[in-house]
């Protein structure tokens, strides 16, 4: 298999890497996830990630807790999650960093672009977490800005759906899942797949998202070169 992209800026979400138990770290997913990565490592693309929090902490979890406070320890969380996965990755052999935007150098680096750049030459796998390390800014937002900032080929975001869908496909067994869209249709229709922040930011840099299953078996490593899953999403 040979790869589409070579530097590849991979979002994975909290819950999905929870697993069926919905709370913490689920071994068998993240283990699952890290042959991935170093297979994919192993075809010399350069490897960013981006990962949620929300198998720890979720918003205000129905407090009334100021909203920064909220979204500062959804920032602590991502950071639990960035060390568990540099963890497993560096069990396999593969050198790897975790850069966060707020600053907590006693457990990472702080996030400098340069480093980040540097850290691919040397062909190690960098973790970026903290989200943007401001309040108010989701997650999918901070994916964004990071692929923007290192040019990724592409913004991959590794979910708990397998593509995005027209309704939840949860609650509508009738939902229509969408192949391709562009960034203007996300934004207009309302989709609740990326937020538009996110999605006007890959916009303006001219850089797809491809939204796809974790679950999916080889799923990262299929989307890394370029098998048709889950919904791309570009400039059409």
């Not at 720890?56 to 979890?61: A, E």
């Not at 078996?217 to 999403?233: F, H, Y």
Request: hydrophobic share 45%; net charge neutral.
């Amino acid at each position: 298999m040979e790869p589409k992209y070579r530097r590849i800026l991979l979002k994975l979400s909290g819950e999905a890497l929870a697993g069926e138990q919905k709370h913490g770290l689920n071994e068998g997913v993240v283990s699952a996830v890290v042959d991935q990565l170093v297979k994919v490592h192993a075809m010399g693309v350069d490897i960013a990630l981006v990962i949620g929090g929300g198998n720890f902490w979720r918003g205000r979890q129905g407090t009334n807790m100021d909203r920064t406070v909220a979204d500062q320890m959804g920032m602590l969380a991502t950071v639990m999650n960035s060390l568990a996965m540099m963890d497993a990755i560096e069990k396999k052999g593969i050198p790897t960093r975790v850069q966060t935007a707020l600053n907590m150098v006693s457990v990472a680096e702080p996030y400098v672009l340069r480093k980040t750049l540097h850290h691919f030459e040397k062909g190690r796998i960098v973790i970026l977490a903290c989200g943007t390390g401001n309040p108010y800014c989701s997650t999918d937002t901070a994916a964004a800005q990071r692929a923007c900032e290192i040019a990724a080929d592409v913004l991959l975001m590794a979910k708990n759906v397998d593509g995005i869908y027209d309704s939840d496909p949860a609650r509508n067994p009738a939902a229509k899942k969408y192949e391709r869209l562009t960034f203007n249709e996300i934004v207009n229709k309302g989709l609740k797949a990326m937020d538009a922040t996110a999605a006007t930011m890959c916009m303006e840099n001219n850089i797809p998202v491809l939204a796809f299953a974790l679950a999916e078996k080889d799923s990262i490593l299929r989307a890394v070169c370029g098998e048709q899953i889950g919904t791309l999403i570009s400039n059409g």
